[in-house]
């Protein structure tokens, strides 16, 4: 049994950048009295074109970063580190570790009527076949039809949710998908949900959106449960946000996203970052 100073230390939380938001959203949704910190790396944003060597190396750095903040869980925020870096993180740390993709997977496979599951998300996502293993191995009968678009990311990070420009990049993306008769579409990405309206519009209402971060939450929820590292306060979270560049373009879509106003974002330079 832990004890009640280490059942309130904060959930950390890691993202390339602001898609990890689209994670701490549904935890705030699902764990209110819980505290967050949350880092985005916005200085080498997008991890999706980098090495997987590149990406534990910044996952590393990322986990030790939030380790200092004293947390008492890790969520990988993003869909590219959870494909390549878990196994590093999980035999680095000493804390749970949690990804996006596994939660992700299970959900869309519970969605699937038709069992024909679409996914979208960064080169490196679809490269490394994060989502189709993990489909396949909880059950070999489903069809899984993916679609690197990489341009998702800087256009999430710009905050254009509704541009005619996203429109266009989003309907060249999906062509192919649209004629595959899919039923569910993993967004796998977490900056994804960001331009869900437009994913949705153009991949047409028939198509389920499979948000990894709702199921993420839940799964981050019965970790902790199952650890006896629940916060007990009945008090709401607090929230604290770190980026390694331009907090104030941060702030300003983190803001559009969350729906409420950040008081504070630090920036922590990458040269202290490196040194873990």
């Not at 903040?69 to 590219?80: E, F, H, L, R, S």
């Not at 569910?184 to 437009?198: D, F, M, R």
């Not at 373009?249 to 873990?276: C, R, T």
Request: aromatic share 8%.
């Amino acid at each position: 049994m832990l004890n009640v100073i280490n059942k309130a230390r904060p959930i950390g939380v890691f993202d390339s950048g602001i898609g990890g938001l689209t994670v701490v959203r549904q935890l705030i949704s699902e764990l209110p009295n819980e505290n967050i910190v949350y880092f985005g790396d916005t200085a080498r944003v997008p991890y999706g074109s980098k090495s997987n060597s590149t990406v534990i190396e910044y996952s590393l750095q990322n986990a030790k970063f939030l380790i200092d903040k004293n947390v008492k869980a890790i969520v990988v925020a993003c869909n590219t580190a959870s494909s390549v870096a878990i196994p590093a993180l999980k035999e680095k740390l000493h804390i749970p570790v949690i990804g996006v993709i596994f939660p992700g997977a299970a959900s869309a496979i519970d969605a699937t009527k038709n069992n024909r599951i679409g996914v979208i998300g960064t080169r490196a996502t679809i490269t490394n076949k994060a989502y189709s293993e993990v489909i396949k191995s909880m059950n070999s009968g489903i069809e899984i039809f993916e679609t690197a678009c990489p341009l998702f990311v800087p256009l999430a990070e710009e905050g254009w949710t509704n541009h005619k420009a996203t429109y266009s990049i989003a309907e060249e993306y999906l062509k192919d998908l649209r004629e595959l008769n899919i039923d569910t579409l993993v967004l796998g990405c977490t900056h994804y949900p960001i331009l869900s309206e437009v994913i949705q519009s153009v991949i047409g209402n028939n198509v389920t959106l499979i948000d990894s971060g709702v199921a993420t939450a839940v799964a981050v929820k019965e970790e902790l449960s199952k650890l006896d590292l629940l916060n007990s306060s009945s008090n709401k979270g607090e929230h604290s946000f770190y980026v390694s560049d331009v907090p104030t373009k941060f702030k300003e879509v983190a803001e559009l996203f969350m729906g409420y106003e950040i008081n504070h974002v630090s920036k922590i330079d990458l040269e202290i970052l490196q040194k873990y």
